[in-house]
């Protein structure tokens, strides 16, 4: 197996959801975060300029969605279905989208007010709701979002609705399929173990 290298800063962002796959898929990795002082100076010598970066031995992968597509098929969950895994290639391009608009929002420069305003005004009507309403009602009649077992489409909506959840706790309790699902996800073994020990950051 190649030694495996995930460089990104101390926070969840772009990278959890492939410390989910990795920790999911039992598979050993350095998870390496930089400090955002030393970013300046670090980005000069980083393939593209921007993180995450997956290390492969001596190569070097970039975007996040790619690294954790490439992960995922190690860890075995990626659909054995070519349908179904380009279902779950589409379902990360949509809730990448959205992911998008949310960074925009974080990395505005705006106060916490009105981050907290745009988000409630902009944000969630427009892009987060029609998502979230969308995924419940898919998740009120399946187990699991893709196929019949868990897939890394499962664990990426789990991914994003926790960073909902830490903006707005109580956005999730009107998607109660939604919102059982990702309980289940959390819970599954593994995934329970990465956040009881995972390091404590804002998002
Ligand atoms: N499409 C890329 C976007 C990567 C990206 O924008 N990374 C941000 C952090 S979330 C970054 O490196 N920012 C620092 C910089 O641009 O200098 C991906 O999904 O990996």
Not at 3 to 10: G, Q
Not at 74 to 82: M, W
Not at 183 to 200: A, G, S, T
Request: proline share 5%.
């Amino acid at each position: 197996m190649p030694e495996y290298t995930l460089i990104y800063f101390n926070f969840k962002g772009r990278a959890e959801i492939i410390r989910w796959i990795f920790e999911y898929g039992d598979i050993p990795y350095t998870d390496e975060r930089i400090a955002w002082e030393d970013w300046p100076e670090k980005k000069k010598d980083t393939m593209g300029g921007k993180l995450p970066v997956l290390m492969v031995d001596d190569v070097a992968l970039t975007q996040s969605l790619a690294i954790a597509r490439y992960v995922a098929k190690q860890a075995g969950l990626v659909p054995e279905d070519d349908l179904q895994a380009a279902y779950c290639d589409a379902l990360a391009d949509t809730v990448n989208d959205v992911v998008e608009e949310w960074i925009k929002l974080i990395t505005s420069g705006k106060t916490e007010e009105d981050k907290m305003e745009e988000f409630n005004e902009v944000l969630y009507p427009k892009f987060l709701e029609p998502l979230m309403t969308r995924l419940d009602n898919r998740l009120q009649e399946r187990e699991w979002f893709i196929s019949d077992k868990v897939t890394w489409g499962d664990l990426l909506i789990t991914t994003v609705m926790g960073l909902v959840r830490e903006t707005s706790a109580s956005v999730l309790d009107n998607f109660p399929a939604l919102l059982a699902h990702v309980h289940k996800v959390e819970d599954l073994p593994k995934i329970k173990d990465w956040i009881e020990k995972r390091p404590e950051t804002n998002f």
